[in-house]
């Protein structure tokens, strides 16, 4: 069963960091790429990054690269998103998804609720 709880969003300062985690189940590490988007109110949703099971991370969005990482611990069937150096245009909610493959055309199965990311002073 496809398993994803979204967690550690809130608000915090430009440059500020936090650290997005995924909880996740066996079965959706095993079968699955997982992949984090975000959504921001009146605006499309745009993918981030995606693993598979290279866990390797492939980072979709130019504005993203260099400040946030994405790891996976399959031991705690934990993904993670650690962002850095945080911008207001960062602010969104933020999913953890399922991919049939890493790629940022290949759609989402699957996503949790989300967690909340407001940057903002």
């Known amino acids: 069963q496809v398993q994803l709880v979204e967690s550690g969003g809130g608000l915090v300062q430009p440059g500020g960091s936090l650290r997005l985690s995924c909880a996740t189940s066996?079965?959706?590490?095993?079968?699955?790429?997982i992949a984090w988007f975000r959504q921001a109110p009146g605006k499309e949703r745009e993918g981030i990054a995606c693993?598979?099971?290279?866990?390797?991370?492939?980072y979709h969005l130019e504005s993203v690269k260099g400040r946030f990482t994405m790891s996976r611990d399959n031991r705690k069937k934990m993904v993670y998103l650690q962002m850095n150096n945080l911008k207001p245009e960062d602010t969104g909610r933020y999913h953890c998804?399922?991919?049939?493959?890493?790629?940022?055309?290949?759609?989402?199965?699957?996503w949790g609720e989300g967690t909340e990311v407001t940057v903002s002073s």
């Open positions: 066996s079965f959706t590490l095993d079968y699955h790429s």
């Open positions: 998804a399922t991919q049939n493959m890493c790629s940022a055309s290949a759609p989402f199965l699957a």
């Open positions: 693993m598979g099971s290279s866990r390797t991370p492939t």
